[in-house]
């Protein structure tokens, strides 16, 4: 049972259910609209935590109407498939995220993790953390980047904003002064980048796009709390990680780490590899960076190894 309180009111009729573990993975928050179609806004936060927010307001779990995925990851379709049984709602998501939210094939193909061992050591992790959702899903329908999601007297907005997935997508809450930042996160982590289907540049100009729209609360997937004070000075912390990480690569690469995979060991963007398949993760996040780094000549790559030609 969490040590906070389960669910906190964000204004009349939206309700943030905060995932149990603080809200980390394979944990994620999840958005409730207690409005007249009484809609899930995606399904990380466990079971426990979604029912208890519904009796407190007076519903069900039956009583669900709808489940709005903001991507296709793990930690956010989640107990989309287990609530859709019991209720009967309806499931939606960006036309982009449909087969990879469907087919757990298309996941994995979507997360990139094609050899033998890394699969195995992945499917380990998901056997431990996440066994709901190595099945497949059924989505109902999609929603439209240019047309308002009606719940009644909330709209939500939504934002494609890929580079996290190539689906990623932001709402708005009626409006854009509030915005439900997904995993645009605002952790201490960072970033995170690690599938093939993620983009470096993609993820850069979507947080930008977010910072520029000038919302006066940003609500992350993975943050106990919305950012309300500060958030763009927070939302700038956020995108100079690129950078940072930039940066620390060049170092490591000019010290004499010369491959991905020493770069990887060392490693740069995990504070450490908690499991194997997580090393698959950092690698790929390596490649996207060295990828920049020499379309920016600023690192050439000959037979797999790196060399830095200007820090």
């Known amino acids: 049972m969490a040590v906070y309180p389960t669910h906190i009111e964000i204004e009349p009729l939206v309700h943030l259910i905060r995932?149990?573990?603080?809200a980390r993975f394979p944990e994620a928050n999840t958005l409730l609209i207690d409005d007249e179609?009484?809609?899930?806004?995606?399904?990380?936060?466990?079971?426990?935590q979604v029912s208890s927010t519904l009796r407190d307001l007076g519903h069900k779990p039956e009583d669900l109407d709808r489940i709005v995925l903001t991507h296709y990851h793990a930690d956010h379709k989640g107990y989309a498939a287990y609530f859709r049984r019991i209720s009967n709602c309806e499931v939606l998501c960006h036309p982009?995220?449909?087969?990879?939210?469907e087919s757990f094939k298309v996941m994995m193909?979507?997360?990139?993790?094609d050899n033998p061992e890394?699969?195995?050591?992945?499917?380990?992790?998901l056997q431990a953390r996440l066994p709901h959702v190595q099945n497949d899903y059924i989505v109902d329908g999609t929603f439209r980047d240019d047309k308002p999601i009606d719940c009644g007297e909330i709209q939500l907005i939504p934002l494609h904003s890929p580079g996290h997935t190539h689906d990623h997508t932001c709402f708005g809450i009626n409006g854009l002064e509030k915005i439900l930042l997904v995993d645009i996160d605002l952790t201490e982590f960072g970033p995170w980048y690690g599938n093939v289907v993620s983009d470096l540049g993609d993820f850069k100009k979507a947080i930008q796009?977010?910072?520029?729209?000038?919302?006066?609360?940003?609500?992350?997937?993975?943050l106990l709390d919305p950012v309300t004070k500060d958030l763009e000075e927070q939302l700038r912390w956020y995108l100079a990680f690129f950078q940072k990480r930039d940066k620390?690569?060049?170092q490591h690469i000019a010290a004499g780490s010369d491959t991905v995979k020493e770069l990887?060991?060392?490693?740069?963007?995990?504070?450490?590899i908690p499991h194997p398949a997580y090393l698959v993760f950092e690698e790929l996040m390596l490649d996207k960076h060295i990828e920049l780094l020499s379309k920016s000549n600023l690192v050439i790559v000959e037979d797999g190894h790196l060399q830095v030609l200007r820090a």
């Not at 796009?209 to 993975?222: A, E, N, R, T, V």
């Not at 990887?264 to 450490?272: E, L, S, V």
């Open 96 to 101: 982009l995220a449909k087969n990879g939210v």
């Open 209 to 222: 796009q977010i910072i520029d729209l000038q919302p006066k609360m940003g609500i992350s997937s993975h």
């Open 19 to 22: 995932g149990a573990n603080d």
């Open 118 to 125: 890394a699969k195995s050591h992945w499917l380990n992790l």
């Open 264 to 272: 990887a060991k060392i490693p740069i963007i995990y504070p450490r």
């Open 248 to 250: 620390e690569i060049l």
């Open 109 to 113: 193909k979507f997360i990139g993790i």
């Open 37 to 48: 179609i009484l809609t899930l806004v995606d399904a990380g936060s466990s079971p426990d």
